[in-house]
Structure formats: structure tokens, C-alpha cells
């Protein structure tokens, strides 16, 4: 079965300091992989996503991910942290429906902690 | 794109009452997704529509859970019955066909007391 794990539930960094959330993957197939931004009272954001490809994507806000096969991670990655960047990161894993995609499977999330 | 809206953001209810969240989607967009997400977890699948039709539901989704949409537009979710276990953010998603984004609302978030 589909599954995604975030094994680090909070993360504590200094502004300015460069940042990696951990996300690992159980899936069958060549996984469709998301990160997702949640701000308090917020609905997700996408952050960046991979399908295929390039196994280092972009995204917005200055994000980076990089999908290991040989590891099933697909972590998140950003070289100089800002403060408004406080706030919980989801990963998840994309159900292949054919041409568009089906349910996803979200990690319980990691909380994202800024230090001025 | 407006954006997913849902309606209403905050639903405070006692154990028992039924209750109802609608969700209009990004117009266009054929495929509509319905998540549940409480405290401390991530989101978790409900159901998802591809216009009018049903297409999947989550062993989530008891008997005491029904979601339509009917014109294959907005969309409604209801509780019959809660109970204080369905506390919870309810995320409605929507997508088009051949494309692989899901682009998520606000949320509707449920108090049961």
C-alpha cells in the first residue's frame, strides 16, 4: 500500500540557515511526489512536485527537492531559511490513475520552526 | 483561477446534529477531491468526483458521511450525526483532467462538542 513518512515531526533553525525536511515513500510504481506548504488556518500550497525526469526539481519560494529512487526520498531542501518560512510541510505521494492523477497520500506533516 | 472556495470556514455543532460544507471548485476543473485532516496529521483521503459521478471512497467515509455533486460543480459534504471524533479540517482539492496538480481550498474546520 501507498504510504508517505515524515519521521521528523518539528524542526528548529535559525533564519538564514539552510534547511532539509526528510520524506520517505512506499509506492508500487514510479511515484508522483508533492510538497505541500500549510501556514495556520491555512489550506496547502504546493510547493514542487515531481513526475518524471530531472530528479532535482524546483519550486516556488526558493525550494528544492530531490527524488532518490534507490532511497525512496524525496526530500526538501532550501539554502538560506526566512522567518515567513514558519510553518508545516507536507510531502505526499500521488495515486497513478492514468492521465490524471487519483488520491494522495500525505505524511503527517513537519512543523517548521524559525529562530530570528 | 479564483481559487477552491469553501463554505462555511468554521462549524461548531453539538454530538448529534447534522451538518453540511460545500465546496465550489476552480471552474473547469472536472475533478473534485474531499480530504480530512485532524490535529497533528496530515490530510486523508475522502472521495473524489470526476463531474457528476463518484469515482472513489475511503473506508473513512462511513455510513453517517455523503458527499454529491450533483451538476458536476460545487460540491457538498454531509455529516449526519456527528460525533466528536469528526472534529477535524474537511479540505476540498480540485483538478483538471490531464494534469496533476490538485489546488486545495481553505478548509472548513468542524468542532463537535
Known amino acids: 500500500a501507498q504510504s508517505v513518512t515524515q519521521p521528523d515531526i518539528h524542526i528548529t533553525v535559525s533564519e538564514g540557515a539552510s534547511l532539509e525536511l526528510r520524506c520517505n515513500y512506499s509506492?508500487?510504481?514510479?511515484?508522483?511526489l508533492f510538497w505541500y506548504v500549510q501556514s495556520p488556518g491555512q489550506g496547502l500550497q504546493l510547493l514542487l512536485k515531481y513526475f518524471s525526469g530531472d530528479t532535482l526539481v524546483q519550486g516556488i519560494k526558493g525550494f528544492e527537492a530531490e527524488f532518490k529512487r534507490s532511497q525512496s526520498s524525496f526530500n526538501l531542501r532550501k539554502p538560506s531559511v526566512h522567518w515567513s518560512d514558519a510553518a508545516e510541510y507536507f510531502c505526499?505521494?500521488?495515486?497513478?490513475?492514468?492521465?490524471?492523477?487519483?488520491?494522495?497520500?500525505f505524511g503527517r506533516g513537519t512543523q517548521l520552526t524559525v529562530w530570528p | 483561477d479564483t481559487g477552491v472556495s469553501q463554505n462555511p470556514r468554521h462549524k461548531i455543532t453539538k454530538r448529534g446534529q447534522n451538518v453540511t460544507f460545500r465546496c465550489d471548485p476552480i471552474?473547469?476543473?472536472?475533478?473534485l477531491y474531499w480530504y480530512r485532516q485532524t490535529l497533528g496529521q496530515g490530510p486523508e483521503f475522502l472521495t473524489y468526483f470526476q463531474n457528476e459521478a463518484q469515482l472513489e471512497k475511503s473506508r473513512l467515509l462511513s455510513d453517517r458521511f455523503s458527499a454529491e455533486r450533483p451538476k458536476g460543480s460545487f460540491s457538498t459534504l454531509e455529516i449526519q450525526r456527528t460525533e466528536q471524533g469528526d472534529s477535524a479540517m474537511y479540505l476540498c482539492?480540485?483538478?483538471?483532467?490531464?494534469?496533476?496538480?490538485?489546488?486545495f481550498g481553505p478548509g472548513t474546520r468542524l468542532t463537535v462538542l
Open positions: 505526499a505521494v500521488g495515486d497513478d490513475r492514468g492521465s490524471t492523477l487519483g488520491r494522495l497520500y
Open positions: 509506492y508500487g510504481a514510479t511515484p508522483y
Open positions: 482539492a480540485s483538478s483538471r483532467l490531464n494534469y496533476n496538480e490538485q489546488f
Open positions: 471552474s473547469e476543473h472536472n475533478r
